[in-house]
């Protein structure tokens, strides 16, 4: 069945939409100039007000977009239209992508055999006219200026008004009418297929497959909408910020040598990142971008595919202000000011190393940073990685992949991950070791689009081979085997929570946490340095969302390689006599052994373990001994988890929420069962019984699904293992995409929990939500996706950002 990629509503709603994304989130920045970086999108109906007219339409009572739209728009539109994959590429974080509009081009296309020409925002047209150009159309009214023609050439206003006319059911399930698959066939209709759309498609209103807007609230679009949609621009930053901004420039665009090579090197890694001055305004971001502007002067962003691409001409490092509503799912934070300045400079400029040549943009070494940044010390590299490590992993997670099963499949549901010592681990800092196997460490991300078969099958698995190979024979020279137990690890010099970290999978998701969360897994992935590098040149700095189908299977493939070389340094933390057994029971299946023996054929890498085991219980022991490595790093005792001698309540938990950890304690013992008819990712909500809709305390319920192996692309579902699933139970919020809402009161939860436990099937899994679920149709579904949501920014208002409504199951 076919989905309407847009929703069904009326302009004055796409109004109303607008306005929620001005005012419900203090994201809206203000730029570092005084000017708009983005020079004014040129809208045809001249949408962007001056202040002055701001201040007069305030003053004759008209809608305000900051204050009465952009809160509408942002918490009930931008929910489901803040992504790469939010339908039609109609993006709705800001007002300027709004008037951009919509395209009927998918980007997430399987069947793509070229690369497609990129649609970034702000980035690769400056204008509205230059969108129309790239085959965007409007949603918003260019006719004539007239309050009815207005509302009448809305796209949004008539999706509204289609809402209103057909709202949905009060409870239960939908119907099959509705379509939630993410790779359902998209229907964007055009002004002029919009007539036939609402009569083909009449539940198809927006917000598509959830409940309309309040009266009011569709009022307050409509009506803006109606006046023209017009917003107002951003208003100059403070003058701590721009003075802050000053000194950052200033540092990224020295020009000797030494400190070009650093910036780039810096830039390389930051590019993707939500750059935030530590201590100001918890809602102002910046992106780091290349310019063919100094500092001073308005920003004009170079428009490269990747960080490496060759610029084309003078360019500086300039902060560009990020000016647009914050969502959740690519919201990675790297925090910057005076003392990260200090500490780069400690890095990397300090200490005595000459840089002789400038490496150039080649596209055959530009890829390599290996090659590239060699005369950076390999230490200071490391070091930089290692200081805000959460950053750098989440990057594969917060990026531009806003849909990516087949590439997440190549990680397991929950693992946890640890990092060699930069002064212990040779493999890490030996500069010679890492430039003579620079051509082995070559990524397909070097090809571009342009990765042919041989490549996806021989070239870079066969690299990964030599690499191996040499490294294997790197550490068998070496005089003791300290690099085969926990002690090699780096236990964050005390203090620093990088050191321990916990990645969770949500089938075409994945997010991060700090320390071990959760139940012992599986696996853990041990992390070097020209790993670490390799894993984001990989999946962040070389990928290209916009790419052919072969690049992103070469991406895919090449992190299999990554993920398997990970895995292995932690085996090698096990006697040798007992890994080839445990690298089978990882990878289960006779087409997985025999993958793996044609690309992994180094598990286990060199001597025996540096560990003295004292029973046949080995993982029990090599689990232990990581933990007391990583100490207060993997995160205090609690109730939940690691309980040696109850209670263990958390440090900051209240008494209401000890309560509650005791109650929920059952669930975290779970193994197979009914885990599987529970939702991937679900928030739940416990309070005390009557409390408020602003009230209560926030759970995340993690399904971890176990698979016999993850060496293949496809067919998860020919190697699922049901009866190995566990359920994590995490205070707060876990991932980006809720995949539904239960809400329970205190004294309800042992029946909650008792339900869970003994989910026999699809009756019994309805059941548990007929009770406690909050269904796409339930008449205050807004309210609690308002709660989580706030609730979120207010535990974490630096690095919460809105979630994504768009995988809500319908059950």
């Known amino acids: 069945m076919k989905n309407m990629s847009f929703w069904p509503v009326p302009r004055w709603a796409l109004l109303a939409v607008a306005v929620f994304i001005l005012a419900g989130y203090p994201v809206f920045q203000t730029q570092a100039t005084g000017v708009d970086p983005y020079a004014r999108l040129g809208t045809p109906l001249g949408r962007q007000l001056t202040p002055e007219q701001y201040v007069s339409q305030l003053a004759a009572g008209q809608v305000s977009f900051v204050r009465d739209v952009k809160p509408i728009i942002d918490n009930r539109c931008v929910v489901c239209h803040g992504c790469y994959d939010g339908p039609c590429q109609l993006k709705l974080e800001s007002p300027q992508a709004l008037d951009r509009g919509a395209s009927k081009v998918l980007i997430y296309d399987g069947e793509r055999l070229k690369a497609m020409a990129p649609s970034r925002m702000g980035v690769d047209a400056s204008t509205t006219a230059e969108w129309r150009q790239k085959g965007f159309y409007p949603v918003l009214n260019e006719g004539n200026n007239t309050p009815q023609t207005h509302l009448d050439n809305s796209i949004v206003a008539r999706m509204l008004l289609l809402k209103q006319q057909h709202p949905l059911p009060t409870s239960g399930m939908l119907s099959d009418e509705f379509d939630f698959e993410l790779n359902r066939t998209l229907e964007c209709p055009t002004l002029a297929e919009f007539d036939d759309y609402a009569q083909q498609h009449p539940g198809w209103g927006m917000p598509y497959g959830f409940p309309a807007l309040k009266p009011a609230e569709s009022r307050v679009l409509l009506n803006w909408i109606k006046q023209g949609a ?11 910020t721009l003075a802050a901004i000053t000194r950052w420039e200033t540092f990224m665009n020295g020009t000797r040598l030494k400190e070009r090579l650093v910036a780039r090197y810096l830039f390389e890694h930051l590019f993707m990142g939500h750059l935030h001055f530590k201590g100001h305004d918890p809602q102002e971001f910046f992106r780091l971008v290349r310019s063919t502007t100094p500092p001073g002067e308005p920003i004009k962003e170079i428009p490269a595919l990747r960080p490496y691409d060759d610029p084309g001409q003078r360019m500086f490092y300039r902060l560009k202000p990020l000016q647009q509503t914050i969502v959740d799912k690519n919201h990675d934070v790297y925090e910057i000011g005076d003392t990260r300045i200090q500490r780069l400079r400690e890095l990397f400029i300090l200490p005595k190393y000459e840089v002789k040549t400038w490496p150039g943009y080649q596209a055959d070494i530009a890829a390599n940073p290996f090659q590239v940044f060699e ?34 499949n190549v990680i397991r549901d929950q693992f946890w991950i640890v990092f060699y010592d930069p002064e212990k681990d040779r493999i890490s800092n030996d500069a010679g070791f890492l430039q003579s196997e620079a051509n082995w460490l070559r990524l397909p991300s070097e ?7 041989d490549d996806l099958v021989v070239t870079y698995t066969e690299a990964q081979k030599r690499y191996l190979a040499a490294k294997n024979k790197f550490l068998a020279q070496l005089p003791d085997n300290q690099r085969n137990s926990p002690e090699a690890l780096w236990n964050g010099d005390g203090t620093n929570p990088n050191a321990a970290l916990t990645a969770f999978r949500h089938f075409d998701s994945a997010s991060l946490m700090w320390g071990f969360v959760g139940g012992r897994p599986q696996t853990v992935w041990a992390i070097d340095y020209p790993l670490f590098e390799r894993i984001h040149y990989l999946l962040v700095a070389g990928f290209n969302v916009f790419g052919s189908v072969t690049h992103q299977a070469a991406t895919r493939l090449y ?82 988890y690691r309980c040696g001698q109850p209670p263990c309540n958390r440090i900051d938990a209240t008494p209401f929420a000890a309560r509650a950890e005791r109650l929920l304690k059952p669930l975290t013992f779970l193994k197979g069962g009914g885990i599987h008819y529970l ?30 192996n993850v060496s293949f692309m496809f067919w998860e579902r020919a190697r699922r293992l049901p009866e190995e699933d566990t359920l994590t139970v995490v205070p707060g919020f876990v991932g980006s995409y809720p ?15 008792s339900r869970a436990l003994n989910l026999g099937g699809e009756e019994d899994a309805k059941q548990l939500v007929e009770i406690y679920g909050i269904r796409r149709t339930h008449p205050n579904f807004w309210g609690y996706s308002d709660f989580f949501n706030r609730q979120h920014r207010l535990s974490n208002p630096v690095t919460a950002g809105l979630f994504d409504l768009g995988r809500y199951e319908n059950r």
């Not at 930089?384 to 997670?397: E, K």
């Not at 895995?567 to 029971?585: D, K, M, Q, T, V």
């Not at 560990?611 to 001994?625: C, G, L, N, S, W």
């Open 679 to 708: 939702p991937e990712l679900s928030f739940l909500r416990v309070h005390e019984v009557g409390a408020a809709l602003d009230q209560g305390t926030v759970y995340s319920l993690v399904q971890n699904k176990a698979l016999a």
């Open 559 to 640: 992190m299999d390689n990554l993920r398997m070389e990970a895995e292995n340094n932690f085996l090698s933390f096990f006697p040798a006599s007992a890994r080839p057994g445990i690298y089978r029971e990882w990878n289960r299946g006779l087409l997985s052994e025999i993958n793996s023996a044609l690309v992994n054929p180094y598990y286990g890498y060199g001597k025996d373990s540096a560990m003295i085991f004292k029973t046949r219980d080995y993982a029990t022991e090599v689990f232990a001994q990581l933990q007391a490595r990583l100490a207060a790093l993997t995160g205090p005792e609690n109730t939940l």
């Open 230 to 240: 017009r917003y107002t621009a951003a208003g100059p930053l403070s003058p701590a």
């Open 739 to 753: 995949n539904f809402f239960y809400d329970v009161d205190l004294a309800h939860l042992p029946d909650f929990v």
């Open 447 to 453: 090809k571009g689009d342009n990765v042919g078969i």
């Open 375 to 408: 005369a950076l010390p390999t230490q200071s590299r490391y070091r930089f990685m290692l200081d805000d490590a959460f950053f750098f992993i989440s990057g594969f997670m917060k990026g531009p992949v806003c849909r990516g099963q087949v590439a997440l």
